[in-house]
């Protein structure tokens, strides 16, 4: 199957990540490349609002675009391991070369692989705390993995509890078909963030105990993810809440 090429750009000091078109498959500040340049991006860590990082823990990122996801975990979450799962070898090259995205170590582990496979293969079942997808083509007209199989298959290589996070492309029809096939295999578990630059929705999926909590707990612990890490955590709490419909009183998912 022919890979999609691989090319550059940079302007005001971003540099930005192309699939054979002009298109933006990721970004990253010059001057700071461990940041999470992108709005949505930073939302794809919303896990972090619902787990405490500690030793033992797991992340899957599956596609690797610049590696933001991968460089933030690997600085900011010590205590996690990162599998990053991504098929196209010129992404790996680029992410290492023109990203900043560190070599596999202990901590970290990159594999060549077609994430619809990693995801049904039963010796990742049950392995993860959090799964992360963003997965694009060229066209960017929606996931390029979108399935009901697909997103059991995420369901299934998380551990319980698991938070899962998926970009989706809002204002296209694979928007409504990605959801739907999320809400089916998560159990309907599942809030949006408000839609943010260029019609991206993070959305994140639970397994496991029934959350019940207060939002303003949400608030105070995305006070102290922003603290920790700089991620601007600030509006997460009260975007979650004002888009998602029945969790006006507090947050039970």
């Not at 990203?99 to 496979?117: C, G, I, N, S, V």
Request: negative net charge; contains cysteine.
């Amino acid at each position: 199957m022919a890979m999609e090429p691989v090319s550059f750009s940079e302007s005001g000091g971003i540099r930005y990540l192309h699939f054979g078109s002009e298109l933006i498959q990721g970004a990253m500040r010059m001057r700071d490349p461990d940041e999470i340049y992108l709005e949505y991006n930073q939302q794809m860590m919303a896990w972090l609002l619902f787990l405490e990082t500690k030793p033992g823990m797991h992340a899957a990122q599956l596609g690797l675009g610049t590696g933001a996801l991968t460089k933030f975990t690997h600085r900011h979450c010590p205590a996690v391991k990162s599998t990053v799962v991504e098929l196209n070898p010129s992404v790996i090259i680029s992410a290492r070369t023109m990203f900043f995205t560190p070599d596999d170590d202990r901590r970290l582990e990159t594999l060549q692989l077609d994430a619809k496979a990693f995801v049904c293969n039963s010796k990742y079942k049950n392995v993860f705390d959090a799964v992360q997808v963003d997965l694009y083509d060229a066209i960017c007209d929606g996931p390029s993995a979108s399935s009901l199989d697909f997103y059991q298959g995420c369901f299934d290589i998380l551990k319980s509890p698991g938070v899962l996070t998926v970009n989706l492309f809002s204002r296209h029809k694979s928007f409504q078909v990605n959801l739907n096939h999320l809400c089916e295999a998560f159990d309907n578990r599942v809030l949006l963030f408000p839609e943010s630059h260029d019609c991206n929705v993070v959305a994140i999926a639970f397994k496991g105990p029934i959350l019940n909590v207060e939002w303003k707990e949400v608030s105070k612990r995305a006070k102290v993810l922003m603290e920790k890490t700089g991620l601007p955590t600030n509006t997460w709490a009260s975007g979650l809440h004002r888009e998602n419909a029945h969790q006006e009183s507090k947050l039970f998912i």
